[in-house]
């Protein structure tokens, strides 16, 4: 293969790449409430810097700790649950044993979200009484994006697109 020829691949290897965040980021533009709307740009391949536009503190700590600041950006979260689901997601990457960080949630329907979500896959969906949380969990534990028309919440319906797409 010649020079020009994989330069050529690789351009269009970033571009297709680029392309595919830039879509998971449109579906986050349908989310109307402006903090998750940015919380939701930042995880979908935006990075740390829209962490900055979230004025709540626990929401935008769980965004840091969530596109690299690590597990202890969770710190500084002051909910319990909100403090252990980052945890799990955060150390998620960094370890088998993440689904852990679940068993200190206490609301049972996040703890069963944050299991499937985190390693427990699709069986622990099924444990979930809120039909929308139980939709977002099918489609991230393998359902898809076809799952997320399940969910009445707008904003949560178009959080659900942009992170199975």
């Given amino acids: 293969m010649s020079h020009h020829a994989l330069r050529a691949l690789i351009w269009l290897a970033c571009l297709l790449a680029s392309f595919s965040a830039h879509a998971q980021q449109g579906d986050c533009g349908f989310i109307q409430n402006p903090d998750r709307q940015a919380y ?95 939709a977002m969990c099918r489609a991230e534990t393998g359902g898809g994006s076809g799952q997320c028309g399940f969910i009445r919440d707008r904003d949560m319906q178009a959080a659900c697109r942009a992170k199975t797409r």
């Fill in 40 to 134: 939701c740009r930042a995880i979908s391949g935006g990075g740390s810097s829209h962490c900055g536009f979230i004025r709540d503190g626990d929401m935008q700590a769980r965004c840091r700790a969530e596109t690299g600041g690590g597990s202890s950006q969770c710190g500084f979260i002051r909910d319990h649950d909100m403090q252990a689901a980052c945890r799990a997601n955060a150390d998620r990457t960094n370890s088998s044993s993440s689904s852990g960080q679940c068993g200190f949630i206490q609301n049972p329907d996040k703890q069963a979200y944050c299991r499937a979500t985190t390693g427990g896959g699709s069986g622990q969906c099924g444990l979930i009484r809120d039909s929308d949380l139980q």
